[in-house]
Nanobody, 121 residues
């Protein structure tokens, strides 16, 4: 089984910073893409940032220049550094891994339980 555990969410004032962490554990053969998504009340889940196995990164236009995705393979951990936070960044943030558990298996998506980020004005 693969488990993803997020941490680091909380309440912060506009202009502040938070760092989210996502630790993965379990049987994993390879990870193709690691990403952060968010879902605000009444809205669809959207991609915030992603990093591929080749270290290519992709950011939503709304967070470019403010958020940075990174990973520490030795710690099985992915991070999202969020600076200059705005009230519109308020959402539940989810980590996602697209991976293969074993050789020859298809890619599958795994999700964390989510962590709440609230930015006050």
């Amino acid at each position: 089984q693969v488990q993803l555990v997020e941490s680091g969410g909380g309440l912060v004032q506009a202009g502040g910073s938070l760092r989210l962490s996502c630790v993965n554990s379990g049987s994993i053969y390879s990870i193709n893409v690691m990403g952060w998504y968010r879902q605000a009340p009444g809205k669809q889940r959207e991609l915030v940032a992603a990093v591929t196995i080749g270290d290519s990164t992709n950011y939503a236009d709304s967070v470019k220049g403010r958020f940075t995705i990174s990973r520490d393979n030795a710690k099985n951990t992915m991070y999202l550094q969020m600076n200059s936070l705005k009230p519109e960044d308020t959402a539940v943030y989810y980590c996602n891994l697209r991976l293969r558990r074993r050789v020859g298996e298809p890619l599958n998506d795994y999700w964390g339980q989510g962590t709440q980020v609230t930015v006050s004005s």
